[in-house]
């Protein structure tokens, strides 16, 4: 899903700007308008998911024939890289193939991944396991860090809200909305989410249904 208005242009311009220009300084101010734009989409994509929440639309899926495990890998590879100090350990099956939408369960798992590092102890490992479940297949995320209040826990996935203190950095762009998106994938997929807390580990879990995530 992406909003194509006047962004793009911006980005595309700087792309340009930074590819042809012999000058350091503007090189480096390219790069930061490229950036700029890239998380201003990312955040209007956001908040077209919430509006079509709010109007009882839902969030649109493709569903096709896929192997999860090389989906999840391939965007682990992805987090790894942009976020390096984050210690991401991915453990699969060999193969989990079924009818999914790849490209909104790479944004779900990644946006999990993104939360676990936000908000969890600086230099803890998050553990990613996708596994058999019940006949189906759950996406666990878990990271190391202090507990969360069971006040909140009921309160993550809700719209437009945030977790506590982050022992990193806290985006100040962030809306609030990446746990509601991962609810909204999930549901789409007519599966489920859940959180957990407890002995300093804090638990993120979607799970589809099995029709939808075992190959027919």
């Known amino acids: 899903m992406t909003c194509a208005i006047p962004w793009g242009a911006i980005v595309l311009t700087s792309e340009l700007i930074a590819r042809t220009t012999g000058e350091a300084t503007t090189a480096t101010a390219a790069q ?7 998380r201003m989409r990312e955040l209007l994509d956001k908040l077209l998911v919430y509006n079509r929440a709010q109007m009882g639309l839902g969030f649109e899926i493709q569903k096709e024939d896929v192997d999860l495990v090389t989906a999840c890998r391939e965007e682990i590879e992805l987090l790894r890289a942009s976020t390096p ?20 369960i790479r944004q779900a798992l990644a946006n999990l991944v993104v939360n676990a590092h936000k908000y969890g102890q600086r230099g803890g490992e998050i553990r990613v396991v996708l596994r058999n479940d019940d006949g189906g297949v759950a996406l666990d995320v878990t990271n190391e860090g202090d507990p969360i209040a069971p006040e ?12 506590g203190v982050s022992s990193g950095d806290l985006e100040q762009a962030s809306l609030g909305l990446g746990l509601f998106i991962v609810s ?18 804090d638990d993120l879990s979607a799970a589809p249904a099995a029709r939808l995530m075992r190959a027919t």
Do not use: K, Y
């Open 32 to 38: 930061r308008l490229i950036r700029s734009g890239q």
């Open 152 to 163: 909140t826990l009921e309160l993550m996935f809700e719209p437009l809200r945030r977790g």
């Open 184 to 201: 909204q994938i999930a549901q789409a997929h007519q599966g489920t989410i859940r959180a957990e807390s407890s002995g300093g580990q």
């Open 85 to 104: 100090e984050a210690r991401i350990q991915f453990h699969s099956p060999e193969s989990v193939r079924g009818q999914f939408d790849a490209v909104s």
